[in-house]
């Protein structure tokens, strides 16, 4: 995926965590790259995660166990409740 197919992903997951947590979650675009991006939580630089993006899956690298939130094409219904399991 290049950076502008990448960056449509990424805002779809930052809203669904701002949904979630009730927060101000945007991309990092200074760190946005194909199949790779941050989010910054409240204004703090890297605090909503560092995602890549294997095999179709959205992959929050930041968690010890590489928690999967969802798939490029989930909706933001889904990556909530993804996220709360």
Same mark, same amino acid.
């Given at each position: 995926m /290049?950076t502008?197919?990448?960056?449509?992903? @990424? %805002? /779809? #997951?930052? %809203? @669904?965590?701002?949904?979630? *947590?009730? @927060?101000?979650? /945007? =991309? +990092?675009? *200074?760190? %946005?790259e194909? +199949?790779?991006?941050?989010? !910054?939580l409240?204004?703090?630089?890297? !605090?909503?995660?560092? #995602?890549?993006?294997?095999?179709? /899956? =959205?992959? +929050? =690298?930041s968690?010890? $166990?590489?928690? =999967?939130?969802?798939?490029?094409n989930?909706?933001?219904?889904?990556?909530i409740?993804n %996220?709360? $399991?």
């Amino acid at each position: 995926m /290049n950076t502008t197919q990448t960056l449509e992903i @990424a %805002l /779809n #997951y930052a %809203l @669904a965590i701002s949904i979630y *947590d009730g @927060a101000e979650c /945007n =991309v +990092n675009i *200074d760190t %946005l790259e194909d +199949n790779s991006f941050d989010l !910054d939580l409240d204004g703090e630089e890297y !605090d909503g995660g560092t #995602y890549i993006i294997e095999n179709g /899956n =959205v992959i +929050n =690298v930041s968690l010890p $166990n590489r928690k =999967v939130y969802g798939t490029i094409n989930s909706s933001i219904e889904e990556i909530i409740n993804n %996220l709360s $399991n």
